[in-house]
């Protein structure tokens, strides 16, 4: 079956991942723990998270998690604070992180809808941060579906957010191409009945991606040549 759509994956996959977060993931630490080493390092071995070569360890939580999956973590070592005020300075934070395109983001979208794609977005950010980062990229009215983990549908690796994805293009999902540079993303994909592309933007590995795609890419750049050479383009064009 020819693929209609593609949804994508944000962190990882259209931003790269260390570009954008580890500068803010140090930052955030430093401004939780207050000038306190002891605290910084709590934090940080929580995270899994090298602060002195400012890297996420490939088994951080903050790669795939969701906000309320890493709050938590943080509760222990600040004891003056709320897990609802972490997860606020968090996502507060989070919204205003400069995000750094995997590739240049406009005319490879462009493209893509010029080609009769559907595009949207599943993520395990939040709506908000989700809707903040692409109108900051200039790219959000490429999308036609946008979906964050408080969306309703569920986190990836469930397949919430990818069969609604489906739903609301009236696809099946087989009709689908799952984009992510995670397992969570390429799980979801899989357990929806979706195609799967695996990208290198994220902390994976071509080796840790290879059994859950149909193919592994250094960056969504190569998508287009990937779906020619796949003869999945779109059965009908899409207006708009």
Request: glycine share 12%; with cysteine.
């Amino acid at each position: 079956m020819a693929i209609e759509a593609i949804l994508f994956d944000k962190d990882g996959t259209l931003f790269d991942f260390e570009a954008s977060w580890a500068g803010w993931m140090q930052g955030v630490i430093g401004i939780l723990s207050e000038g306190s080493a002891p605290v910084a390092a709590a934090l940080a071995a929580s995270l899994r998270f090298d602060m002195a070569a400012c890297r996420f360890a490939p088994d951080s939580p903050v790669i795939a998690g969701t906000l309320a999956e890493v709050a938590p973590l943080l509760v222990p070592h600040l004891p003056a604070l709320t897990l609802g005020e972490i997860a606020t300075r968090l996502e507060t934070s989070a919204r205003a992180v400069a995000m750094m395109p995997a590739v240049p983001l406009h005319p490879l979208l462009e493209g893509l809808r010029a080609g009769g794609y559907a595009l949207g977005v599943a993520t395990n950010a939040s709506g908000g941060e989700a809707r903040a980062h692409l109108d900051a990229a200039g790219i959000a009215t490429f999308f036609d579906f946008v979906a964050g983990c408080d969306a309703g549908f569920g986190a990836k690796p469930a397949p919430g957010m990818c069969l609604a994805f489906a739903r609301a293009l009236g696809l099946p999902p087989e009709a689908v191409l799952m984009v992510g540079d995670s397992l969570h993303d390429l799980e979801a994909g899989r357990a929806a009945g979706m195609r799967t592309a695996g990208v290198l933007t994220g902390l994976a590995t071509r080796e840790d991606l290879a059994p859950h795609a149909d193919v592994v890419l250094a960056d969504i750049g190569q998508l287009h040549l990937w779906l020619q050479g796949a003869g999945a383009a779109p059965s009908r064009p899409r207006a708009g």
